[in-house]
């Protein structure tokens, strides 16, 4: 019984190195961004931005004060 049972581990096992060796073979796929992502990055980085530019007038605006 005990080669039975290891026979099918064995099977198993090779079963598993085949497919495990196809995706190593295959190139990754790109995921596509879709709209909401170049949304959301476009309204990040306005954003950004926006906080960057009232950082430096009032830095600028304290700075020149003095």
């Known amino acids: ?38 949304i959301n990055v476009t309204f990040n980085v306005i954003i950004g931005l926006v906080i960057l530019l009232g950082v430096i007038f009032t830095l600028l605006r304290v700075l020149g004060g003095s």
């Not at 039975?4 to 295959?26: A, H």
């Open 1 to 38: 019984m005990d080669k039975v049972s290891d026979r099918k581990k064995d099977l198993f096992y090779k079963e598993v190195e085949g497919r495990m060796e196809s995706l190593k073979r295959r190139p990754s796929e790109k995921e596509k961004t879709t709209r909401s992502e170049k």
